[in-house]
């Protein structure tokens, strides 16, 4: 008996402690880099880890670390992690992405985070940093700056732990590393603070993108698998609103506007991907 309560106690402790540090959660998303080609995070999960360094255009932090980045690159690639850039500055576009990359030769997929919405999901508040995600459990394990001696800095130890036999992240936790801002390298998310200031209006704004972009199909007797005929409805979709949202799956026929305009493409403007999911967010509130 004596034996039982004990073990009990032990249970307990150890379910508070394992949610206590369990790791940050990212969902699914889709981007495309700058040569056009898209990549999805779920589609990674045959690497054992994802490593995203944060890039903008003019960003000093960037520009001087080059080589260190494909250092890094050469040291982990071959023991199954895969690096690609994010951008996610909204003074930059793809055309300026490009000409960043034949200046400085970066030569990693740099992509093209134009909502800011994945930055804003993995934590990132400037160029520069470096995000380690398991691509399978979708948790992060690193958030922070390139270290100067990699292999025993936390990014180092995070890579380490996430490429060992038998990992699983949903035993690891999230480790952040906090640093300034270099040079052309601090970003501002105003959508995301508007959306903090004054969540985006269910009638005014968020019932009328859906109305416009969604309910031809999502109707009773219609082809989607659901009807957006109540806030109700919607509210309990959300979750997966926000994941075909970001995934680029709804509305269908999406199609790269820098390749060419489709009159018929599905493609939603960035502030309505912005307005849906920070109204998501924040709990799709009536
Ligand atoms: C041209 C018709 C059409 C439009 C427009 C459309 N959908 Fe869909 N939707 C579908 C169909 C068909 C499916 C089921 C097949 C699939 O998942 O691809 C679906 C599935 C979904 C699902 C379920 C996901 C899943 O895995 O099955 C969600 C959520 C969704 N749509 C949201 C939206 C949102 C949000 C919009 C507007 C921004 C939208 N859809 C616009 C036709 C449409």
């Known amino acids: 008996m004596k034996k039982f309560s004990m073990l009990a106690m032990f249970s307990v402790a150890a379910a508070f402690s394992f949610n206590a540090q369990a790791a940050d959660r990212v969902g699914d998303f889709t981007l495309i880099d700058n040569t056009g080609k898209a990549h999805q995070l779920s589609k990674y999960a045959y690497s054992k880890a994802l490593v995203i360094i944060s890039q903008a255009t003019g960003c000093t932090a960037n520009q001087e670390n080059i080589a260190r980045y494909k250092q890094l690159r050469t040291n ?24 960043e990359e034949a200046i400085w030769n970066y030569d990693f997929p740099i992509l093209d985070d134009e909502t800011q919405l994945v930055a804003e999901s993995l934590g990132i508040t400037h160029a520069g940093q470096v995000v380690v995600v ?21 990014l180092g130890q995070a890579l380490t732990a996430i490429v060992a036999d038998g990992a699983d992240s949903r035993q690891m936790e999230t480790v952040t590393v906090e640093s300034e801002a270099a040079a052309g390298c601090a970003l501002t998310f105003p959508a995301r603070d508007a959306a903090l200031a004054k969540v985006p209006d269910y009638e005014t704004e968020i019932a009328p993108i859906l109305i416009e972009r969604c309910v031809g199909c999502h ?20 979750p997966m609103i926000r994941e075909v949202i970001m995934t680029g799956r709804m509305p269908p026929m999406q199609i790269d506007p ?11 403007p960035v502030e309505e991907r912005q307005k849906l999911v920070h109204w998501i967010n924040a709990g799709s509130p009536r």
């Open 219 to 238: 109707v009773e007797g219609g082809i989607g698998p659901f009807a957006m005929n109540s806030h109700m409805m919607i509210q309990g979709w959300s």
């Open 258 to 268: 820098t390749i060419r305009e489709f009159t018929n493409s599905g493609n939603l």
């Open 134 to 154: 398991d691509p399978v459990r979708m948790n992060v394990l690193y958030r922070g700056p390139l270290p100067a001696q990699p292999a025993n800095a936390p």
């Open 76 to 99: 982990w690639d071959h023991r199954g992690v895969t690096f690609v850039m994010l951008n996610s500055d909204n003074k930059d576009d793809r055309a300026g992405i490009r000409a």
